[in-house]
């Protein structure tokens, strides 16, 4: 078999503002074989099983695959070849040990993690490693190690292909590795703060999706992804609202839970603890050097949890990290110092982070980016992501709605709805969720009544839902609604009741386009006033077909009703009261007192010898609020008359 491509790296060095390019320097080479010799075949059911290669006389006599139960649903027909490598271009640091070690067991990503122990011998003062060989794109890609002994390795994989072990001397080991990745061109925008369905973090998503883009280039070559997908790709960018690039954020989460990293990762790294740092530092070095990608990071902290980060170089003993806890810290590194690895500070999430939740890993694990990953699912994801589908069949549906406070309805709003209010409630249609914060024009305004500018109003909802008493992201909705406000007829009055009234009657104005007023306040001296003195009138409700008010003075002969949509005239005739006997008068006063009460006094005097003497005194008591009487008119309190001895109340 002869597969024959050019080998090159990439060396191009540009800045986000030279049009977004990227760097990416992976490695393509091509392996020449002889014929492949077959040397196992075994059927493994749903209970798991061993396939072990027993033929003497062979390069890889000895080689067992550990498979758990129920990795795979039916049963797998296990076929283990070898093809001896003729030649390649991947260069003097690829120097295979072992034949092409081809396993194929039908295709497809198994439940559990397996284990593949491959006898191998490794030369003195080098490092061996072992690959995945990739015939479709000519690539290499580091398998993580969890055992080695003298006489043989042991690797950790879900799914199977062509395998080949690689050695290097220590001395060509180099510590100035770069694979032209780049911090603020490469990696996302946005922090990891977790979301619905990963409420405690989608740190491998986010990672995994970066390096995805980074290694596939969906958009075209050397395109950068950092803010590419800010605010969706829209016009203006919002660099300082990240829960508007909600198609990024939802595709990170939905990698998260596609992998499953909760169970296969953590079965890796908890593999992995036992091996030395001295032998993962060796890992990240030769596999960034020999392949010339990012590696994806595993970190750990026993009994605590894990977290995943990708490394893009390594220099001067020092792995420069892309944390998704900290997107474009160009100063992120883990340190090998003295023969050990020191413990790296982050955390499950940034909001954890910022509540003082850190987490100082004390161990780092290489992982490899498709042998535990399904990386053949990614793809499928991206273009949900494009569709603007990410995400749909996972985090809850809603709609969102606009209020009319008016007639008490609800209307689904899209995009460009006009509004003939300028005062709107806006809101999910679903309990599930909430609206956690509004924008407009890149800035935060109040969640309750939205004022409307005239014509369009941009505005930015940030929804969120609950998930075991927290609150977590659920999408970001940008909606464009135009207001464009009804022209107002001119007011009519067509009756005003009662007529005749009196003072402290209650009045009722009926017509239409009466605008609306303040209720239960003192009036301004342009919202209402019905005698020739301008004196407010206190109203009781004030709707757009109907004034109520109490008449507090007795109204002129030209009587005023002054609204924002114009004025109009209108006559109050006062009622006509019986008049008292000559010989008896009365006083009325009104005053405050001490409690903000409002009470009236009446008195009534008889006319003795031609002088006034108080005869009884009649308490009347209404609710004082703001200037304003409030409650019935006249309301008796207390009734009391004179005699001989004096003031004697009448219960």
Request: aromatic share 10%.
């Amino acid at each position: 078999m002869l597969i024959i491509i050019a080998l090159y790296f990439g060396n191009k060095l540009l800045s986000p503002k030279q049009e977004l390019k990227s760097t990416k320097q992976s490695v393509i080479g091509t392996i020449l074989v002889e014929k492949s010799i077959p040397v196992a075949e075994t059927k493994i059911d749903s209970a798991g099983g061993k396939v072990v290669v027993l033929a003497k006389d062979n390069p890889i006599t000895g080689l067992e695959i550990d498979i758990p139960a129920n990795s795979y649903k039916d049963a797998r027909e296990f076929k283990v070849s070898y093809s001896k490598i003729s030649s390649h271009t991947f260069g003097e640091d690829f120097n295979p040990v072992t034949p092409l070690i081809s396993i194929d067991n039908g295709g497809g990503y198994s439940e559990n993690l397996m284990e593949v122990k491959i006898p191998v011998t490794v030369p003195a003062d080098s490092f061996a490693m072992g690959f995945i060989y990739n015939n479709k794109t000519n690539t290499l890609e580091g398998l993580p190690i969890i055992a080695q002994d003298g006489s043989s390795m042991t690797v950790a994989t879900r799914h199977f292909t062509d395998i080949i072990v690689s050695v290097i001397a220590n001395a060509k080991l180099k510590n100035d590795i770069d694979t032209g990745f780049r911090l603020g061109m490469d990696d996302w925008q946005f922090v990891n703060r977790g979301s619905y369905i990963a409420p405690g973090g989608h740190c491998a998503g986010q990672s995994l999706s970066l390096l995805w883009y980074y290694t596939v280039q969906p958009d075209g070559k050397d395109l950068a992804l950092y803010n590419r997908y800010d605010n969706n790709g829209n016009k203006p960018e919002t660099p300082t609202i990240w829960e508007d690039d909600n198609l990024g954020y939802r595709f990170a989460s939905t990698i998260q839970q596609d992998i499953d990293w909760g169970g296969f990762a953590f079965k890796l790294w908890k593999a992995q603890r036992g091996v030395s740092d001295d032998f993962t530092w060796k890992l990240f070095a030769y596999s960034m050097q020999l392949t010339g990608e990012p590696q994806l990071v595993g970190l750990t902290k026993e009994g605590v949890g894990g977290h995943a980060m990708v490394a893009y170089r390594l220099k001067d003993d020092e792995l420069y990290i892309a944390d998704p806890n900290y997107p474009g810290d160009l100063e992120r590194r883990i340190k090998f110092v003295n023969g050990k690895i020191e413990p790296y500070n982050s955390g499950a999430n940034a909001n954890e982070i910022e509540k003082g939740n850190g987490i100082s890993f004390d161990k780092v694990g290489f992982t490899g980016k498709t042998t535990i990953i399904d990386w053949s699912g990614i793809p499928a994801r991206w273009a949900e992501f494009k569709s603007k589908t990410i995400g749909d069949n996972r985090f809850p549906g809603y709609k969102m709605v606009i209020s009319s406070d008016k007639d008490k309805t609800e209307t689904i709003l899209n995009d460009g709805y006009v509004s003939s209010e300028k005062l709107i409630r806006v809101y999910p249609d679903s309990k599930a969720v909430k609206v956690a914060s509004i924008y407009r024009d890149g800035k935060e305004i109040d969640r309750g009544e939205i004022e409307l500018f005239p014509g369009n109003n941009n505005l930015g909802f940030a929804i969120y839902g609950d998930v075991d008493g927290n609150s977590e992201y659920v999408d970001f909705k940008r909606l464009n609604i135009v207001y464009e406000a009804k022209e107002a007829g001119k007011p009519n009055i067509t009756s005003v009741s009662p007529n005749p009234a009196k003072v402290g009657d209650t009045i009722t104005i009926s017509g239409s386009n009466l605008g609306e007023g303040p209720r239960g306040q003192g009036l301004n001296y342009s919202d209402l006033f019905v005698n020739n003195n301008y004196s407010p009138q206190k109203t009781i409700s004030w709707t757009n077909n109907q004034i109520v008010f109490v008449l507090k003075t007795a109204p002129g002969s030209d009587s005023k009703l002054s609204t924002a949509r114009g004025d109009l005239k209108f006559k109050i005739n006062m009622a006509v009261e019986s008049s008292k006997p000559k010989n008896e008068l009365s006083t009325q006063i009104e005053w405050c007192d001490s409690e903000r009460t409002m009470k009236d006094y009446e008195y009534k005097y008889k006319l003795v010898n031609g002088e006034k003497v108080k005869v009884s005194q009649i308490e009347y008591y209404c609710p004082y609020k703001m200037g304003v009487c409030e409650g019935p008119a006249n309301t008796i309190c207390a009734e009391y008359k004179y005699d001989a001895t004096g003031l004697k109340r009448i219960e």
